[in-house]
Structures are given as C-alpha cells and as structure tokens.
C-alpha cells in the first residue's frame, strides 16, 4: 500500500527539534509576559473579505499567496495568511479598546502562504507576532525594537542587523509614490512581469522585488520627507544611540503589506533574510472598523529563527534518560509505573 505523504511546502517537526519549538517558546514567553504582553488565539481562518480589504489588490498576498476556499453555504473563506490582521479584528469585535488604555497582546500561530518552497519558508509556517494598540509616539516605537532585542538576548542571539526606514503619513506616501512613478516611467519596459503589473496597480510594491532592485536604482525614500519626519527620525535616532542600540537605515525598505504607517524595520541575522519584520500601522483600525487607534508591531518567523538555533549550536535540547528501570518480574510492574 502506497503511503500518503504531507502536502509539499509543510513539514513534520519532532525531536530534538520539537523540543527546540518548546525551549524557544518558553524563553519567548517569559520575556513578552515581563513586558506585560498577554496571549491571544487566533482563528485559523477567517471571511476572505477581511484580507482582501485591508490589503491591496496589488499586494502578492490577495494576487497569488492566499489559500482560498467556499464552505457549505458558499461563503468565501482563507487561511491566514498573517496575523495583524486578524488580531486587528479580535480587538475591534470583542471591544478590547475600550478601557482606553494601551493593550500588549502577542500570538504564536501557523499561517499559510501558497509560495515555492525554500529553505525557511514553507506553504505552512509558524510565526511569532506582537502588537502593540493605542500607543503612538517615539517611546512606543523603540518600545517594539527594543523588545526584539531582548528576545533575541534571551535566546543567545547578540549580533544581528536592524534596517530601518520611513514611509510617513499619506502626504508623504504619495510624495514618494509621485517620483517612483517618474522613475518607472523611463524604466516599467525592463522591470519583470510581476513588477510591470505592479507599477500600474501599486508601484510601492516594485521595492519589495529582490531582482528589480538588484537592476535598478530607485528614489530614495528620504527624498520624501518632510520635516515633521525628520524631526521624529532624529528623536528615534537619538533614543537608540543612548541605549547602544545599533541600527542602519535601508532607504527603499517598504515592507510587503499595504497597510504601514510611519515606522517600518526589518531585522536579519548573519546572511539570512529577515527574521523580524515590523512597523507602525496607524491606519488599520480605521479602515477595519472606523475607530482610530495608533498601532506598531512585528512578527518573526519562527522556522528561520529555529533554523539559525541549530546551525549556530544555540540553546542545546539535553535528551537524557534521569532514571531508567529494568522490570525482570512482570508483577513489579505496577510498583515502577506508580
């Protein structure tokens, strides 16, 4: 009888590196729960229409990543594909703002992308996220940076590189969305077929292209900032330069969703690709609900963070036998097993 083997893009996890799940989970928790961050669980999938209006149409999540599917009745459903989102709705459903008081809530969740399968990155993967909700300002934003630190801290991980950059408000967006748009206009014939879509739909999105910005020089987004953001820059700059926090600024950074504000950051470890990616996204809550609330976050994935555990030799799993009893009279049984 043939076997039925997983579907391609997930994988089994057992020992030791199951255990290593469990060591870096609790070494996690430990640190969000000090910072006075609670726990929240998320549905494993939620009306399609919830992604669809909170990410652009452009972005390649909703174009080509989502898991979609009608149940019974015909409504049309998704795996989460990411978690602000959602956590984004469990907050405005359930009314957790009320209390007017900023909320610190994370989540530990699998979510599901339809993407070629590669060496930490899978079709199901598993992601730490974190939300900071009714907090704005510069302290809030380090607050985030600096609580990635302390996670990679925890877990034995010093070195590692911080990018940074800058989207700003509305005016700002479209300031630099009108010089990319010259820009492409001398250049959208050699950009490759995803990003000649995109610089119709949403030229932002050409900046989250490896290959693209490997061939071209795009406009830097300091270019569009105005001095409001400047001033802001030099007081984030300022707070991580007294707390020796070391950062770089990555000018075409933009993230790959639709819906950052202000702040955004990706962190890489050695020559991985990014581990944590992040950002201020004040504008969500009022596009999903109506109701403004100033929000900043991150996640990190957990597969290319266990993956650098083990090939650095990071938080050893012991597995070891404490006692071992060898029954010779199968009536002693009962004594060893009590």
């Known amino acids: ?25 609790r070494l996690v928790e430990e640190v969000l729960t000090r910072n006075g961050f609670q726990p929240i669980i998320l549905p494993t999938y939620e009306y399609t229409e ?20 009608s149940d019974r ?12 989102i959602s956590a984004a709705r469990l907050v405005l459903q359930n009314r957790l703002f009320v209390s007017g008081f900023p909320l610190k809530l994370y989540y530990w969740a699998n979510m599901f992308r339809y993407e070629r399968p ?31 630190r302390d996670i990679f801290w925890s877990l034995g991980i010093k070195e590692f590189t911080c990018h940074l ?3 700003g408000d509305k005016t700002t967006q479209e300031r630099y969305k009108q010089k990319l748009e010259k820009f492409l206009a001398t250049t959208s014939p050699d950009l490759c077929a995803d990003c ?21 020089t795009f406009p830097s987004y300091e270019m569009a900032w105005s001095e409001e ?56 809550y009022q596009q999903l609900g109506g109701i403004s609330l100033p929000a900043v976050g991150f996640a990190i994935g957990i597969d290319r963070l266990l993956n650098y555990c083990e090939e650095e030799k990071l938080l050893p799993v012991a ?20």
């Open 229 to 284: 953001d400047k001033n802001y820059l030099n007081q984030l700059n300022q707070i991580l330069d007294d707390n020796n926090f070391s950062y770089q600024y990555n000018y075409h950074l933009v993230r790959g969703l639709d819906y950052y504000t202000g702040l955004v950051f990706e962190i890489t470890l050695g020559q991985e690709k990014a581990l944590v990616g992040g950002g201020r996204y004040d504008r969500l």
């Open 196 to 216: 000649r879509r995109r610089s119709s739909t949403n030229p932002l999105r050409i900046l989250d292209c490896g290959f693209c910005r490997e061939k071209f």
């Open 1 to 25: 009888m043939k076997l039925i083997t997983r579907p391609k893009g997930t994988r089994d996890i057992y020992p030791p590196l199951s255990l290593l799940y469990q060591k870096v989970y």
């Open 118 to 148: 590669q060496k930490g990155r899978y079709r199901e993967f598993w992601q730490l996220g974190v939300e900071l909700i009714a907090a704005s300002g510069v302290w809030a934003d380090y607050q985030m940076l600096k609580l990635v």
């Open 165 to 167: 950059n800058y989207l």
């Open 319 to 338: 597995q070891k036998i404490d006692i071992f009893f060898l029954v010779f009279d199968f009536s002693d049984y009962p004594k060893v097993l009590i």
């Open 73 to 84: 009745k015909g409504r049309k459903l998704a795996l989460r594909p990411e978690g602000t």
């Open 50 to 69: 919830l992604f669809n209006t909170s990410l652009s149409s452009a972005t390649d999540i909703i174009h080509k990543e989502m898991f979609n599917f």
